[in-house]
């Protein structure tokens, strides 16, 4: 489904969803929400952490 | 006659033989930077080993995993952003046209007529996931993960990469404006991380107990021969960095600096290894301590590495071990300040960097850059020198000061005291209770252990 070529004449970008500049932004952008929200669960995981020795 | 070659056979023949020769000159150097960024991937496992031996046993586990997290967040941050920020920042903070670098753009992906971009992009994210470790080993024991991470990032992602578009990078204004010179990334890579370094440092403060009364304590690490082989491994995954700093040209060029001025392997072989015998020696001249023996071959090599391609071997050799000596006494200087740098990578890194900087301009002021652009000068590496230190310094102590506001900077104090394997990793590194010289290690001197040297 995400294919951008039917054929290996003359290609260049061949990845998925190179022609569907939309698609790629959605990825960029799931791809960033990841690193934000690892970066959330960290600070869930210390702050449960450290409440259980006080 | 009927058989024999024609004008236009002869010539169609010469236009395949170059097809090939074009077709494998390409090749060969995605070959090359393929491995010099694999083998860059050893100094992320010299790290790792060099800061869980530097550790006390209790932190050990806290210290692997922040490291380790450290290149994951880096590697897709550099994607998102940071390849994007060296191709659109060259001129300061007005960025340029640069579309073909952000990562919806179909030149950040396979693409069969496209054999550089990806392989440039992994070696530049690789080079920034170092920054990141330089970070990473000056604040164990004591940072939060999640706080470490952010940081690392923003460092990894955007500040030195920021500082590599203007000091490495073809129109670079600091290159263009006056004729910077930083082949190895002494400024843009080591100097930067290490004053960011510096600048989280005085956020995050000392580990607990490190200063009583002012007074500098020992905190041993809890192994010492783990340093000291992530230490070498560290050696030797700048082979891979310091390959990936000199640009693999196709034609007639041949091996160029990222300057565009000529140079060749053979030049980085004969400085960086005179460079790290140097470090090493300068460093036991100063301290008789095993840890800073081998940091001084980090030291050595990062002393010469901004001007790699231009020094006399034997000068190389002797700029490394007057840095060598020189980086302890700063390191002694920090300590005094009441900075705790567990691995000294503050000096290492930052001190070293700068001190290689100003050193080009000593020694190769005068060097042509290619034309139109000017030439090496004192002046230029002086004001290149000190727009890497407050390119790191700057956003280090601001980003981390938000931090400590925010109250997420640092663990609590009885983390501190019980250890943060216990509290956070929830697993322990020497479950049967064998921790490495355990018993001999509370008694004996340790890395960054200054005091012990000035007896």
Sequence with gaps: MGSSITTWENVSAYFTFADNPFALVLFALGAAAILVGLIISIIRHENAAFEKIK | MENSPTLESLQAALDAQQAVFEMHQAMNIEVFYWWCTAIMLMIHAGFLAYEMGASRSKNALAAGIKNILAIAVIIPAFYLFGWWIYNAFP????????????????????????????????????????????????????????????????????????????????????????????????????????????????????????????????????????????????????????????????????????????????????????????????????????????????????????????????????????????????????????????????????????????????????????????AISFTGQLIGAAVMGLMGFVPGYGLSLLLKKANILRVPEACEDIGIDEVEILAKPYPEGSVPAMTAMTTSEVPNKLASSEA
């Design chain 2, 91 to 374: 001129n300061g903070f007005v960025p340029i046209e640069a579309a073909a670098a952000l990562p919806w753009s179909a030149s950040m992906g396979p693409d069969v007529q496209d054999m550089g971009t990806g392989i440039f992009w992994a070696a530049f994210a690789l080079f920034g996931a170092t920054t990141g470790s330089i970070l990473s080993g000056a604040v164990i024991e004591r940072i939060r993960v999640s706080s470490f991470l952010i940081l690392t990032i923003f460092l990894g992602g955007v500040v030195w990469i920021m500082a590599g578009a203007w000091g490495w990078h073809p129109d670079g204004w600091l290159l263009t404006k006056f004729g910077y010179h930083d082949l190895g990334a002494s400024g843009v890579v080591h100097a930067v991380a290490g004053f960011f370094t510096l600048g989280v440092l005085m956020n995050l403060g000392a580990r607990k107990g490190k200063f009583i009364n002012g007074v500098p304590q020992i905190i041993s690490p809890h192994s010492l021969p783990m340093t000291l082989i992530g230490l070498m491994m560290i050696i030797f995954g700048f082979f891979g960095f310091l390959g990936g700093c000199i640009i693999f040209n196709g034609g007639e060029t041949g091996w160029s600096t990222i300057y565009g001025t000529p140079t060749n392997l053979s030049a980085f072989a004969f400085n960086t290894l005179m460079g790290f015998a140097g470090g090493i020696i300068g460093c036991y001249i100063a301290t008789r301590d095993p840890f800073w023996t081998m940091s001084g071959g980090l030291v050595g090599i990062i002393s010469v590495a901004a001007g790699l391609d231009l020094y006399s071997p034997s000068l190389a050799f002797i700029i490394a071990v007057c840095t060598g000596i020189v980086a302890i006494q700063f390191a002694k200087f920090l300590e005094k300040r009441g900075i705790d740098d567990a691995v000294g990578a503050v000096t290492v890194h930052g001190f070293t960097g700068l001190a290689a900087l100003v050193m080009v301009g000593v020694f190769a002021g005068g060097t042509p850059n290619i034309e139109g652009l000017p």
